[in-house]
């Protein structure tokens, strides 16, 4: 089976390391980046001085999670309760890793 990770270079403190993360988490950390007005590299550095006991890659895909929940957090405060189900039929039609899966109409009709 051929691996979905793609593996980057960063840097942090003037140091050079990999980390292999799934296209939507590069997306998502460019976003990040982007929206923080900061580079990958300084992002990873943050998350990296603020990690513990755990790796690097490991870390940077948890404050990603954490970082758009704060988002969700904030939308859910305007938004109303009866679009919770299409914000998540979206995801499933928006985010690459569901809309090339054999089943990618069987939660648009559960959620």
Partial sequence: M???????????DGHRTSMRLEPAMWDALA???????LTI???CGIVNQH???????????VFILG???VLAIS???????ETERSI?????????????TPYNNRYAGSL
């Fill in 2 to 12: 051929v691996s979905t990770l793609i593996s980057k270079n960063v840097l942090i």
């Fill in 31 to 37: 976003q990040i980046a982007a929206r923080e007005k």
């Fill in 41 to 43: 590299h300084q992002i």
């Fill in 51 to 61: 990690r513990v006991n755990t790796s690097l890659t490991s870390a940077t895909r």
């Fill in 67 to 69: 970082y758009f929940r």
């Fill in 75 to 81: 939308l859910e405060r305007d938004t109303p309760r």
């Fill in 88 to 100: 998540m039929t979206r995801v499933f039609r928006q985010t690459e890793e569901f809309r090339n």
